[in-house]
């Protein structure tokens, strides 16, 4: 099946600084991608949908300015969590589609931990 | 917007019990998918229905599409461990896909 990468995995991070997540489409074009985020063994909570070029649409309650989506190209998006704070700690999970094919490709996740 | 309910939350069984988790959209879908999330993966894709009423298998699992198109069910017939995880249906319509909460399944051995 088509495969995602997410990149980090993991990362630690101090409050106040910044956070770049990238999710890829390894071997297709996602022209749409997803981000949720997942607190402890909760649901997967959308926070906005992108696609290529253009801005991504967030769901109610997100700030757009505190998490930032680029989808710059059909293989690639990136989240920016932009002066991350501890309650920003969580899963962070992306999700592309291409097209021709509803399913969702998911990436790994990342865990973001803010102290 | 479209609204994606699913119970139950938790389920836990013993190995060897049936198990079953129910989804309920608000709209009608034009599809309905299943996924299945390890305990500290990702979600994995495991099915998608189209068709009203369709029903399809996989080894024990069974999973069902409504006639109405606005709900599904996922059955696992005699449970193994290897089946822990956390469930979660995805309802689509009109480029719009929405999770269920997820049913998180454990099994005792």
């Known amino acids: 099946g088509a495969v995602v990468s997410q990149h980090p995995s993991r990362v630690i991070c101090k409050s106040g600084t ?3 997540i990238e999710c890829r ?3 297709f074009q996602a022209t749409t991608m997803f981000w949720y985020r997942q607190f402890p063994k909760q649901s997967l909570m959308l926070m906005a949908t992108s696609n290529e070029g253009s801005k991504a649409t967030y769901e109610q309650g997100v700030e757009k300015d505190k998490f930032l989506i680029n989808h710059a190209s059909l293989t690639l998006s990136t989240l920016t969590v932009t002066s ?3 309650e920003d700690s969580s899963f962070y999970i992306c999700s592309a589609q291409t097209g021709s ?3 969702a490709f998911f990436g790994q996740g990342t865990r973001l931990t803010v102290v | 917007g479209q609204q994606v309910m699913q119970i139950p939350q938790y389920q836990h069984v013993q190995e ?4 079953t988790t129910y989804c309920n959209s608000s709209t009608t879908l034009s599809n309905i998918q299943w996924y299945k999330q390890r305990p500290g993966g990702h979600p994995v ?3 998608q229905l189209v068709k009203s009423g369709e029903v399809k298998k996989q080894k024990r699992l069974t999973f069902q599409f409504g006639e109405a198109k606005k709900n599904s069910s996922l059955h696992i017939t005699a449970t193994q461990t290897t089946d822990v995880g956390t469930y979660f249906c995805a309802g689509y319509n009109n480029n719009d896909m929405r999770f269920g909460a997820g049913t998180r399944l454990t099994v005792k051995p």
């Open chain 1, 84 to 86: 991350a704070h501890p």
């Open chain 1, 18 to 20: 910044s956070v770049k």
């Open chain 1, 101 to 103: 094919v509803p399913e």
């Open chain 2, 16 to 19: 060897g019990e049936d198990f």
């Open chain 2, 45 to 47: 894709f495991l099915i």
């Open chain 1, 25 to 27: 489409s390894l071997d």
